[in-house]
């Protein structure tokens, strides 16, 4: 029999998924699951189960949290991206790294084919398809739901005749959960003018006294929360999320231009990815220089799309991640950060790089490297172009015709 391994979580697409290529296609099923810091060990532990009973040739959970750090959330970190100044990229970039595990995976156990349960109505399709075709080449790429149309209707139909048994009752939300942010999509996300409601939201509030949060930071990657040491930045980030997700921080609304070119909305929750991303872009303000930022501003806001729209693989992404990964030699020390429920407020850093270095002068008071006669000097020149073109192009020096 022909191996296929097939992208499983569990849901509805998937387990019809599994049944469809084993029942009607013939193939062996190799069902995968990655995890990206989503799922805890009973999830797994039912996931597994419920594969199982669908008689499955194979279950693996691939457990890539801490290489979906190394090579994707640090360089996110190091480049402070916000999709349209806003979204953490939570799900895009964990589909990234779900797909290439998934493809290494069917390389090393021989499959001739890969399978995923995207529709055809979004991004993940798209993510999915072109990290396969680029690592395997040679592999067909199933996706039963997209190329049969099927409504859900039509599903939960075909897995009864099968008498598959789950809960077949939609949540009023769908809710997709990472270490990099918790995406949260409803009836309020499909409209352009409503907002999700409280409860809506996995993380409620039950945190209602300000706290402060200090986050440590050695060559752009966090080391300490509030003084405690982390041997890597994965339990970090879990802690500051411990911290600061029952505050209701983190929650906003993103709304982009899909890869395939319609406009989407989609709600999140994302606290600790906030914080971290503002936290590390204050310590960089006080330590990189003008044109360090400026250029690692423009690099990275490429980087986030390039990213959001599935080109991981392309190999400008290494040279992108080769030049903030430079960037980050002295961005060092600790940022102090005030929570409050569903707000925060930077309250500032400490840094031995720290570019606002009195011993240089304090700004608008006194200033210690440069005398006044050089500020003169500096400014004639600095404003002599200008200054040449305005006496150039001064009205009474052109005919009038």
Known sequence: MKKVVLAYSGGLDTTFCAIHLSKEKG??????????????????ENIEARAKKLGVASFKVLDVTSTYYEEVLKYL????????????LSVSAERILQAKALAEYAKGIGATAVAHGSTG?????????????????QAEIITPIRDLKLSREEEINYLKKHDVHMNFEKAAYSINKGIWGTSVG????????QALPE???PTQVSKTEAETLTIGFEKGEINQVNGESFDHPVAAILKIQEIAGPFGIGRDIHVGDTIIGIKGRVGFEAAA?????????????????????????QMAEFYGNHLHEGHYLDPVMRNLEAFMADTQTYVSGEVKIQLNPYRFNMIGIRSEHDLMSSKFGSYGEMNKGYTAEDVKGFTRILGNQTAIFHNVNQPNNHDNH
């Open 27 to 44: 193939f062996e099923v190799h069902a995968v699951l990655v995890n990206t810091g989503g799922f805890e060990q009973a999830e797994l």
């Open 77 to 88: 970190i190091f480049g402070n991206v916000l999709k349209n100044q806003t979204y953490p």
């Open 121 to 137: 109505a979004g991004n993940d399709q798209v993510r999915f398809d072109m990290i396969f075709q680029t690592i395997l080449p």
């Open 186 to 193: 409803g009836k309020e996300t499909l409209t352009s003018d």
């Open 199 to 201: 409860d809506a939201y």
């Open 273 to 297: 990815p906030l914080l971290i991303i503002k936290a590390h872009q204050l310590l960089e303000k006080h330590t990189l220089t003008k044109w360090q930022t400026y250029w690692k501003n």
